[in-house]
């Protein structure tokens, strides 16, 4: 059974930087969409990005367009989430999830225990 392990959050100052990592543990992404999801405190799960299996096409909602780029690499069977021009409102913990490139939770089937992020003003 495939565990994502998510790497790579942490605190940072608005506009500031952090890349995520999304590794597989016991399995493989390698033939499946993967997404990155976020849930900051009292809220729900929200979409972030996703991308499909080959890395052609890639997804993103629009808070977050423009400033985080999704990526893999099936070789080191890794997806990553680089974060730019980070504000407060990204504060949540980050999750990577397999099997899917559409924006609903319900549509992946494995999922990571989360990495948190904090973005200070």
């Known amino acids: 059974q495939v565990q994502p392990v998510e790497s790579g959050g942490g605190l940072v100052q608005a506009g500031g930087s952090l890349r995520l990592s999304c590794a597989a543990s016991g399995g493989t992404f390698s033939m499946y969409g993967m997404g990155w999801f976020r849930q900051a405190p009292m809220k729900e799960r929200e979409f972030v990005a996703s991308?499909?299996?080959?890395?052609?096409?890639?997804y993103y909602a629009d808070s977050v367009k423009g400033r985080f780029t999704i990526s893999r690499d099936n070789v080191k069977n890794t997806v990553y989430l680089q974060m730019n021009r980070l504000k407060p409102e990204d504060t949540a913990v980050y999750y990577c999830?397999?099997?899917?490139?559409?924006?609903?939770?319900?549509?992946?089937?494995?999922w990571g225990q989360g990495t948190q992020v904090t973005v200070s003003s």
């Open positions: 999830a397999r099997g899917s490139t559409a924006v609903a939770p319900r549509d992946y089937d494995y």
């Open positions: 991308i499909t299996w080959s890395g052609g096409r890639t």
